[in-house]
């Protein structure tokens, strides 16, 4: 099978590599592929596009790229992450995450590849106080969360959707390196104890990413790290993962951030599924085997 990836110099796209070519990422495990079976040689042909082999906001080359390559599925990862740099941007936020998801959704419609496009959980505001499934109205309260939503709806009826959350891989920096290296330096922190999501290991999602690709399912899917947690519980399990107290990491609120976030996140925006069974798919781990095989690799590679 062939599948062309966009976005492919970013963390999902670099796991995703990986487990595409039957090996298990730095931060993974063998036994995250939703109890499906492994990955055999030669069962995928890969094309990764970063950014700089396939702009998405160039609708013309994105066309001669698609079509060109023929793939069975594309997966589309390529998005403007920056969430609060988007609040100012968003004209930019726009033109990548809406208008580069419908010039790779044509394409693919056009050479008749399945698409999968990788959606958040900042679609939702948060505001219900429990935990998200599929059919739960969206109402994002970001720029990025608004954009991404824009780039769901300019998708075909037939792709997947795979919505995930707080996703944290080894090739980029994120607020799990800053845990490691508090810990090593035993230097205190303080993160917010009033956002709530599931924690998601990059690594985790490109396993669970291989069930969409063999399967092709229709639709909205929730795929993230098992389990829910606040920003300051993730941070005071991973320094605890990375040899130092939890205890340094101290709770505060949203509206004591200062410089305060530009972007508003949601609450509480814990993902669920009621539509793996359909895929005869078991979850995706607990959050924290994810994160914690995420920190002992970030301190291997630091050591
Ligand atoms: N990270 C999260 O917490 C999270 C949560 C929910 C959903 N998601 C979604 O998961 C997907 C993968 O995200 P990720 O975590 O791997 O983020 P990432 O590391 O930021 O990767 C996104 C990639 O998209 C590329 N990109 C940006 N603008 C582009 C353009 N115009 N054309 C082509 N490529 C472009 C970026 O390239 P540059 O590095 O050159 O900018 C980057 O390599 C995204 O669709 C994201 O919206 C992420």
């Given amino acids: 099978m062939r599948v062309l990836i966009t976005g492919a110099g970013g963390q999902v796209g670099a796991d995703l590599i990986e487990v595409l070519a039957g090996r298990v990422p730095a931060a993974g495990a063998a036994t995250t592929l939703m109890g499906q079976p492994p990955v055999s040689e030669g069962e995928f042909e890969v094309i990764a596009c970063d950014r700089s082999a396939l702009d998405v906001t160039d609708a013309e080359r994105v066309r001669s790229v698609i079509v060109g390559a023929a793939p069975d599925v594309v997966v589309h990862l390529a998005a403007y992450t920056a969430v609060d740099g988007a609040e100012s941007d968003p004209e930019g936020a726009r033109a990548v995450n809406e208008g580069g998801t419908r010039a790779v959704a044509d394409a693919a419609t056009e050479v008749g590849a399945h698409l999968i496009y990788v959606s958040t959980d900042y679609v939702f505001s948060g505001d219900l106080g429990r935990p998200l499934v599929e059919s739960d109205a969206t109402d994002p309260k970001s720029v990025y969360g608004a954009t991404k939503l824009a780039?769901?709806?300019?998708?075909?009826?037939?792709?997947?959707?795979?919505?995930?959350?707080?996703?944290?891989?080894?090739?980029?920096?994120?607020?799990?390196?800053?845990?490691?290296?508090?810990?090593?330096?035993?230097?205190?922190?303080?993160?917010?104890?009033?956002?709530?999501?599931?924690?998601?290991?990059s690594a985790d999602l490109a396993a669970?990413?291989?069930?969409?690709?063999?399967?092709?399912?229709?639709?909205?899917?929730?795929?993230?790290?098992?389990?829910?947690?606040?920003?300051?519980?993730?941070?005071?399990?991973?320094?605890?993962?990375?040899?130092?107290?939890?205890?340094?990491?101290?709770?505060?609120?949203?509206?004591?951030?200062?410089p305060p976030q530009a972007a508003t996140r949601p609450r509480f925006s814990v993902l669920v599924s009621e539509r793996l069974d359909e895929l005869d798919a078991t979850p995706l781990p607990d959050w924290q085997e994810g994160i914690g095989r995420l920190v002992h690799a970030i301190k291997a590679r630091s050591s």
């Fill in 151 to 201: 780039g769901e709806r300019a998708c075909p009826p037939s792709a997947s959707i795979v919505r995930t959350s707080w996703v944290a891989g080894i090739s980029n920096r994120t607020v799990i390196n800053l845990a490691v290296e508090s810990a090593a330096a035993n230097r205190p922190l303080r993160f917010v104890a009033d956002q709530i999501g599931s924690p998601t290991a």
């Fill in 208 to 258: 669970g990413l291989v069930t969409f690709i063999r399967k092709q399912p229709a639709g909205v899917f929730h795929l993230a790290g098992a389990g829910g947690a606040s920003w300051r519980d993730v941070i005071a399990y991973a320094v605890e993962q990375a040899g130092g107290s939890g205890e340094m990491v101290t709770p505060i609120q949203t509206d004591e951030l200062d």
